[in-house]
């Protein structure tokens, strides 16, 4: 098992039935460059299976785990079942409050989803289809961490779409805040003291932000990166693994 585990993390690469020479060019580069390979939601454009097919050809060039989540856009055609399974298929680990343990790294994963942020988060007060949306977001939440409570691993990592801090949206349109995340996905990550979390979704948003106990949270949007100065189209983050503690075997203390 390596010392360090190189992660590279993209979201919102909306594939589309043919996939373009820039997308392919990027593999290539996180070939070179990383062990393990996260997209953060926003897979296909349309949210077809034809796409996810399209986009797990590709994919199949990489010799390292690949670990993903969906995001509105595979959502978007009422497919995300057929997309998640084409994917799966593929040998790629689609999480949807599930885990995978990659090189003594845990990682949970979830889609999440919007309600806003801070003192300003939607409650489920008055009609029913606030309520209804409001229980979506909490769901989420509830998934994430039930995920991140069955991982045993010193390090666990989080993968998003949605945000779960307003420091990587900042940049957005202060309207479409509520729809870019909510603060009740930041809870699980400080809960668990979560080494990193990785979300996309907000293409104009900043690269990096931190949770309110200092978790740090990376805005990995393809459309961000690619603006970006540092020209390379996803972000890279080194994590030092450390072994999991062995129990003695008498089950007794110090």
């Not at 489920?124 to 769901?139: L, M, R, Y």
Request: aromatic share 6%.
């Amino acid at each position: 098992m390596p010392d360090i585990v190189r992660i590279a993390a993209v979201a919102d690469i909306h594939v589309g039935r043919t996939p373009s020479g820039s997308f392919q060019s990027l593999l290539a580069r996180v070939g070179d460059a990383a062990d393990v390979f996260l997209i953060c939601g926003d897979l296909t454009h349309h949210g077809h299976p034809e796409e996810a097919l399209a986009l797990a050809k590709e994919l199949g060039r990489l010799r390292m785990p690949v670990l993903a989540v969906l995001g509105n856009h595979d959502f978007h055609s009422g497919e995300q079942e057929q997309i998640q399974r084409v994917l799966a298929d593929a040998g790629i680990h689609v999480l949807d409050g599930d885990t995978a343990v990659v090189l003594g790294i845990g990682f949970a994963g979830v889609k999440g989803f919007a309600s806003g942020f801070g003192q300003r988060l939607l409650e489920p007060w008055g009609e029913a289809i606030v309520k209804e949306f409001v229980h979506e977001a909490v769901n989420e939440a509830l998934k994430l961490e039930s995920a991140l409570a069955r991982l045993a691993t010193p390090q666990r990592v989080a993968l998003l779409h949605y945000s779960p801090v307003r420091d990587t949206v900042e940049g957005e349109p202060l309207e479409i805040y509520p729809f870019l995340g909510s603060s009740r996905l930041e809870e699980p990550l400080n809960r668990f003291n979560v080494t990193a979390a990785f979300h996309g979704h907000a293409h104009h948003g900043r690269p990096v932000g931190r949770t309110s106990s200092g978790v740090p949270v990376y805005n990995v949007s393809l459309p961000l990166l690619e603006a970006g100065t540092s020209g390379i189209p996803f972000q890279l983050v080194e994590i030092p693994v450390t072994p999991a503690a062995t129990p003695r075997a008498d089950g007794g203390g110090s």
